[in-house]
């Protein structure tokens, strides 16, 4: 019988480029798992973490990016895993940086500024260019920006 677990967290991280949004996609190495599609950053939960602080340190270790403001998204990603036959549900977070120079972990090989059209053509699951759509509809509303829930860094 398939488990449901949540041992992963996710995060979008975005910046402002003269008004405009853009996402950072990351693709991955050749070595990893699903090789050479275009990804976000994300990773598993270690036993000693939130899912939040796990987000914000997979941030940081695959892009060396730091965060000026860091969101919890009002929903989670869900899919099926064949290998393991587990259901993961996975927290979703957004990451808006001001840092200039991004410095790849061997996860990845490359990277990426996108706005919202390409970035969703380019990314590979169908859950994130769900979440994609809802996480740029929500930067770009007022009322929906509302509800994000904003984690205070300096406890991460």
């Given at each position: 019988?398939?488990?449901?677990?949540s041992k992963i967290a996710e995060v979008f991280i975005y910046r402002k480029n003269n008004e405009k949004?853009?996402?950072?996609?990351l693709k991955r190495s050749e070595d990893e798992?699903?090789?050479g599609i275009w990804s976000i950053a994300g990773g598993k939960i270690k036993a000693n973490e939130t899912a939040f602080q796990t987000a914000y340190r997979e941030m940081r270790e695959e892009t060396g990016l730091n965060a000026i403001h860091f969101y919890a998204v009002d929903t989670v990603n869900v899919f099926?895993?064949?290998?393991?036959?587990?259901?993961?549900?996975?927290?979703?977070?957004?990451?808006?940086?001001?840092?200039?120079?991004?410095?790849?972990s061997d996860e990845h090989t490359e990277f990426k500024w996108a706005e919202y059209e390409e970035a969703y053509e380019d990314?590979?699951?169908?859950?994130w260019k769900n979440n994609l759509k809802l996480i740029d509809e929500t930067l770009h509303n007022e009322n929906l920006f509302r509800t994000l829930k904003r984690i205070d860094i300096q406890i991460i």
């Amino acid at each position: 019988m398939p488990e449901i677990v949540s041992k992963i967290a996710e995060v979008f991280i975005y910046r402002k480029n003269n008004e405009k949004i853009e996402y950072l996609l990351l693709k991955r190495s050749e070595d990893e798992v699903y090789p050479g599609i275009w990804s976000i950053a994300g990773g598993k939960i270690k036993a000693n973490e939130t899912a939040f602080q796990t987000a914000y340190r997979e941030m940081r270790e695959e892009t060396g990016l730091n965060a000026i403001h860091f969101y919890a998204v009002d929903t989670v990603n869900v899919f099926y895993e064949v290998s393991d036959d587990m259901f993961h549900l996975t927290p979703v977070f957004l990451a808006e940086t001001d840092d200039t120079e991004v410095v790849l972990s061997d996860e990845h090989t490359e990277f990426k500024w996108a706005e919202y059209e390409e970035a969703y053509e380019d990314i590979h699951w169908t859950v994130w260019k769900n979440n994609l759509k809802l996480i740029d509809e929500t930067l770009h509303n007022e009322n929906l920006f509302r509800t994000l829930k904003r984690i205070d860094i300096q406890i991460i």
